[in-house]
T-cell receptor, first 113, second 114 residues
Framework: GAVVSQHPSRVICKSGTSVKIECRSLDFQATTMFWYRQFPKKSLMLMAT?????????EQGVEKDKFLINHASLTLSTLTVTSAHPEDSSFYIC?????????FGPGTRLLVL | DAKTTQPTSMDCAEGRAANLPCNHS???????VYWYRQIHSQGPQYIIHGLKNNETNEMASLIITEDRKSSTLILPHATLRDTAVYYC???????????????FGKGTKLSVIP
């Protein structure tokens, strides 16, 4: 199946700093990518839909100014967590659709100290 | 999207078949049944999907009842590496290509026991 990668796989940062997470579709093009967040022992929750060449669509309750999304090419979407706080510590996962199936990245574990 | 109901947890002996049920009694005619699994600290992994007919691939088999109100994912010979949370998701593909997200429930935690 199609492959989605994420970088970094794990990041630790200080409170107040910004962190950028990359999501790439390695063997297919994706005009749309999705960003999910997962807290411990909870299920995945959609944060936003990233659209190539246009603005992202955010789910209710997700601050667009805090979670900046850029989808500059058909194979790359980035999520920047700005002014990170400890409550932003979570597992961030991206996904993209290819021929009727949605494929997920391996996830990025963010720890804000 | 139709709601799905799965058991919270299941155990399976290593080497035996794991049968994971899913109820989706409100499924509509254009909705597919997708199965994903998530191994601890990893992103969800696609397993299989189907509309009406039973499906089989190298990972699993999907059995969908004739009325489509329920389905069963079968892992024919479970190994310890199959221990994961398994998600059954119902989704239409009628939206524009690539424009739909998946909604995850709580899934079934499958524990494969030596």
């Amino acid at each position: 199946g199609a492959v989605v990668s994420q970088h970094p796989s794990r990041v630790i940062c200080k409170s107040g700093t910004s962190v950028k997470i990359e999501c790439r579709s390695l063997d297919f093009q994706a005009t749309t990518m999705f960003w999910y967040r997962q807290f411990p022992k909870k299920s995945l929750m959609l944060m936003a839909t990233s659209n190539e060449g246009s603005k992202a669509t955010y789910e209710q309750g997700v601050e667009k100014d805090k979670f900046l999304i850029n989808h500059a090419s058909l194979t790359l979407s980035t999520l920047t967590v700005t002014s990170a706080h400890p409550e932003d510590s979570s597992f961030y996962i991206c996904s993209a659709w290819d021929w009727g199936t949605q494929y997920f990245g391996p996830g990025t574990r963010l720890l804000v100290l | 999207d139709a709601k799905t109901t799965q058991p919270t947890s299941m155990d399976c002996a290593e080497g035996r078949a794991a049968n994971l049920p899913c109820n989706h009694s409100t499924i509509s005619g254009n909705e597919y049944v997708y199965w994903y699994r998530q191994i601890h600290s990893q992103g969800p992994q696609y397993i299989i999907h189907g509309l009406k007919n039973n499906e089989t691939n190298e990972m699993a088999s999907l059995i969908i009842t004739e009325d489509r109100k329920s389905s069963t994912l079968i892992l024919p010979h479970a190994t310890l590496r199959d221990t994961a949370v398994y998600y059954c998701i119902v989704k239409s593909q009628d939206s524009g290509a690539g424009s739909y997200q998946l909604t995850f429930g709580k899934g079934t935690k499958l524990s494969v026991i030596p």
